[in-house]
Nanobody, 122 residues
């Protein structure tokens, strides 16, 4: 079992920055992880993913160049630095762990956090 706890969400003006964290516990931190987001009234969608070693990262096109996913395996924590935020980035952000298939497919992730709200005002 893996337990995931997100933090770092909040309210920010357009153009601002936030850093999300996802702290993991329960098993050795040796699995890939991802970030997903769900905007109001919409389906949850893939944002970014990172391999267990951190050597490979993946992003949805809309956040490339603005978001950076990373991890600190010594701290059992994954991060997402979000810069140049836009109102359309407003969503609940979820971290997920241990995918059993394509990283951008939420159905293959076994473990999920509770989510953290990010609101970007215009």
């Amino acid at each position: 079992q893996v337990q995931l706890v997100e933090s770092g969400g909040g309210l920010v003006q357009a153009g601002g920055s936030l850093r999300l964290s996802c702290a993991a516990s329960g098993r050795p931190f040796s699995y890939a992880m991802g970030w997903f987001r769900q905007a109001p009234g919409k389906e949850r969608k893939f944002v970014a993913a990172i391999s267990w070693s951190g050597s490979s990262t993946y992003y949805v096109d809309s956040v490339k160049g603005r978001f950076t996913i990373s991890r600190d395996n010594a701290k059992n924590t994954m991060y997402q630095q979000m810069n140049s935020l836009k109102p359309e980035d407003t969503a609940v952000y979820y971290c997920a762990a241990d995918p059993k298939g394509a990283y951008n497919n939420q159905a293959v992730y076994d473990y999920w956090g509770q989510g953290t709200q990010v609101t970007v005002s215009s």
